[in-house]
């Protein structure tokens, strides 16, 4: 059974940057498809970015397009997301998620194994 733990959240200021961790056990992630997705207070939950099995090719929820990275580190089993420029409305709980198809998208239906979550807040 495929497990993930999310790390790296805190608190940092508008304009700071943060990375975020998804570190798995229990399966190998280079087979499977991994997104990020986050929930804000009272909001439902959005995806963020994803990259797919494989070739590790992304894709990104226009919101955080060029101020966020997804990549992968095989060697540690391990995903990451490299958030920079960071906005207040980028506050929330982040879960990785994984599922085992080659080409990545932004629906949570489409994910099988999600992590407890871990909470990034912007704020001065």
């Known amino acids: 059974q495929l497990q993930l733990v999310e790390s790296g959240g805190g608190l940092v200021q508008p304009g700071g940057s943060l990375r975020l961790s998804c570190a798995a056990s229990?399966?190998?992630?280079?087979?499977?498809?991994i997104g990020w997705f986050r929930q804000a207070p009272g909001k439902e939950r959005k995806g963020v970015a994803c990259t797919s099995s494989g070739d590790g090719t992304t894709y990104y929820n226009n919101t955080v397009k060029g101020r966020f990275t997804i990549s992968r580190d095989n060697a540690k089993n391990t995903v990451y997301l490299q958030m920079s420029s960071l906005k207040p409305e980028d506050t929330a709980v982040y879960y990785c998620?994984?599922?085992?198809?080659?080409?990545?998208?932004?629906?949570?239906?489409?994910?099988?194994?999600w992590g407890q979550g871990t909470q990034v807040t912007v704020s001065s």
């Open positions: 998620a994984a599922g085992m198809f080659r080409l990545c998208g932004l629906t949570i239906g489409e994910y099988d194994y």
């Open positions: 229990g399966g190998t992630l280079d087979y499977y498809a």
